[in-house]
């Protein structure tokens, strides 16, 4: 538990705010890891040289640098076919080194899909990607936030993720259900050391479909199926299916501390109000969009995207490249930061 966690990261798209965000986190890097970056070294000290009359920035000399040099020049904000095939070779030289044992965890810095598709790289994301190269078939997409206010940690898993909204209840059934609950509960248990976890579930529905009324999918298959897990899980508390208006008031108040209770209260009095209900250790949202709208209006500059069902840790900022401010200086680094401090706190705890 003494050594280092080894750490890489790949750059994203060199014409985005990646490498800027990526130098900016670095000033304060946690002491606990050894970080090595994936990029163009020629763009990194570029980026550091021309940014550092403007803001502060780590020299990305005092750092390992596994050097992909760029096809040709690079004009920030304008992204291009080039540019997408590398961020590409950046991610899938940090997936390859970290499969060959040489790192413990990968942090990956904003890549823009539509270039990679314009590279030839057919992707839905970089999660997929890191999928596909480890093996594994079942993985999810986890985003992790801390409150500022609070401390409370906001950790929500998506059930779907890049698919269009039509086709979530049909995708949607209790053997893909059982298999991200399986996922969570793994995460939780290993990775954030929760031993006996409790996860809240939404609806699919409005008001979870109010006895079917608004919709069958909880009467028919989503009901039953929770009530089965509860029997086979007695280790985890199982909430839910919440109705998705009101899945987020709790972890709203437990953000931001409005109501949120203490985990040990005091007994309440007749004088007293009753003590309000802890929020649940993760939440499991059914569709991308019914996640994180609450997740990025309450932690948009300190989310962080968690890849989990893979044999390393793998965390991302949870932003895009913003081509529309890159090489200005005031990209805003505390997701990338939160980023790496998370993937060596993972890597820790897995080991």
């Known amino acids: 538990m003494g050594q280092k966690v080894r750490l890489v990261i790949s750059m994203g798209d060199p014409a985005g705010i990646g490498p800027e965000v990526v130098l900016k986190a670095l000033l304060n890097p946690p002491a606990e890891g050894e970080i090595t970056l994936v990029g163009s070294r020629s763009h990194l000290q570029a ?21 992909l040099p760029l096809a040709e020049p690079v004009t920030w904000g304008q992204g291009t076919a080039a540019t997408g095939a590398a961020s590409f070779a950046y ?11 040489e790192f413990e965890a990968i942090v990956t810095a904003p890549i823009a899909k539509s270039l990679w598709q314009a590279a030839g790289h057919d992707y839905p994301g970089q999660t997929e990607v890191l999928a596909l190269r480890a093996g594994v078939e079942r993985f999810g997409m986890l985003f992790v936030a801390r409150s500022p206010h609070t401390q409370w940690l906001l950790i929500t898993l998506l059930a779907t993720t890049h698919i269009p909204l039509n ?59 929770l009530e089965q897990e509860r029997t086979q899980r007695p280790d985890v508390e199982l909430i839910g299916p919440i109705p998705p208006d009101t899945l987020w008031v709790k972890p709203g108040q437990a953000w931001y501390g409005h109501g949120f209770a203490n985990t040990n209260p005091p007994l309440p009095t ?82």
Request: contains cysteine.
């Open 270 to 351: 007749s004088h007293s109000p009753l003590p309000t209900p802890q929020p649940a250790d993760a939440y499991l949202a059914l569709y991308h969009d019914q996640g994180l709208i609450p997740v990025k209006l309450m932690a948009f500059d300190q989310a962080i995207n968690t890849t989990i069902g893979l044999p390393f840790i793998r965390t991302s900022p949870d932003h895009g490249t913003a081509f529309d401010i890159a090489g200005q200086g005031i990209a805003r680094e505390q997701s990338m930061a939160a980023a790496i401090a998370l993937a060596v706190e993972l890597a820790q705890n897995r080991r």
């Open 167 to 225: 086709q979530v209840p049909q995708t949607l059934n209790p053997a893909l259900m059982a298999r991200k609950l399986d996922l969570l509960v793994s995460c939780l248990q290993a990775d954030f050391r929760i031993a006996r976890p409790k996860v809240a579930i939404a609806g699919l529905n409005p008001h979870s479909g109010e006895e079917g009324n608004l919709g069958r999918e909880e009467v028919d298959w989503l009901i039953p199926w």
């Open 47 to 67: 980026t550091y040289a021309q940014l550092r009359q403007i803001t502060p920035l780590a020299n990305p000399e005092d750092f390992e640098i596994i050097d």
């Open 91 to 101: 991610l899938e030289r940090a997936i390859a080194a970290t499969l060959a044992g």
